[in-house]
């Protein structure tokens, strides 16, 4: 039996989300407690593996088990089980054709950012922050620069896995409420460290340290040391995948309107 789950987690106190030696990663938890509600070894897969310090909205994993249990106990069940800052939003029975990294036709991420000559406090760790005023128009001509398909190495972390640089971006929006803002991404898929080292460029352009049509040229050079340094992980979430209807899975959690 194949079983999908929605995870939501905030990222502060994790080595990211992938398995390491040291225990203290999403997924180890997950493990963990689905090894203890179920009383056999379980291993998952994910969607999209977040850095260190990185949050999730809707991380789809799966897994296979012989345990039989409705989607109601899979959900209270395995919550019992796990620390505070990760909680499975829902699960579903799959087929065992279903693989939620293979079958997801494009991955989505928000970064939040906050606008202000103070640093966060109440909110530290869960966003990103500039204390430079930012241009919006300025801001958004560079992004534009992103859409369709293009090598993104400039964008790209030296420990990179991918087989291929080239990704096709579908959506870049900006949302801003008060001093909080909201840039959303959506792309077939995305390089190690890829929105990170978009951010640092958009906030080097919306601070007006570059021109909007230095995002061209990064972009052209395919060169990571002509991008900006990486952008902090703070206010990094990863809104979850999509996938075709067929496959039945939710779109959102109620975590994603609580955003700014």
């Known amino acids: 039996m194949r079983i999908a789950l929605g995870l939501s987690y905030n ?3 994790y ?17 963990k407690a689905l090894t203890q509600f179920t009383a056999q070894r379980v291993s998952t897969l994910c969607a999209g593996r977040t850095d260190a310090g990185v949050h ?19 959900i209270r069940g395995t919550n019992a089980c796990l620390p505070r800052d990760i909680a499975v939003q829902w699960a579903i029975n799959t087929p065992d054709a279903f693989h939620c990294r293979a079958c997801a036709t494009s991955r989505r991420y928000a970064y939040v950012l906050l606008e202000s000559a ?23 001509q560079a992004a534009n620069y992103l859409l369709g398909e293009h090598d993104f190495t400039s964008f790209r972390a030296s420990q990179c896995q ?39 460029c958009l906030i080097q352009i919306g601070q007006g340290k570059k021109p909007p049509e230095w995002m061209l040229e990064v972009l052209a050079a395919r060169d990571r040391k002509a991008a900006a340094p990486t952008f902090s992980p703070d206010g990094l979430y990863f809104l979850g995948p999509r996938y075709d209807a067929r496959w ?3 779109e959102r959690t109620p975590a994603y309107d609580a955003l700014p």
């Open 162 to 200: 991918a087989l291929s640089p080239v990704k096709t971006v579908i959506a870049i929006d900006f949302h801003k409420r008060g001093a909080y803002w909201r840039i959303e991404f959506e792309a077939n898929a995305f390089l190690h460290h890829m929105i990170r080292n978009i951010m640092g």
């Open 15 to 31: 080595q990211g989300w992938q398995s390491q030696t040291s225990g203290l990663t999403v997924q180890d938890n997950l493990e």
């Open 56 to 74: 999730a909205l809707m991380q789809v994993v799966h897994f296979d088990t012989d345990r039989e249990r409705d989607t109601h106990s899979w």
């Open 248 to 250: 039945g899975m939710p």
């Open 118 to 140: 103070v640093r966060p406090s109440i909110d530290a760790g869960r966003v990103g922050w500039s204390f430079r005023p930012l241009d919006e128009a300025a801001m958004r």
């Open 11 to 13: 990222g502060q106190a």
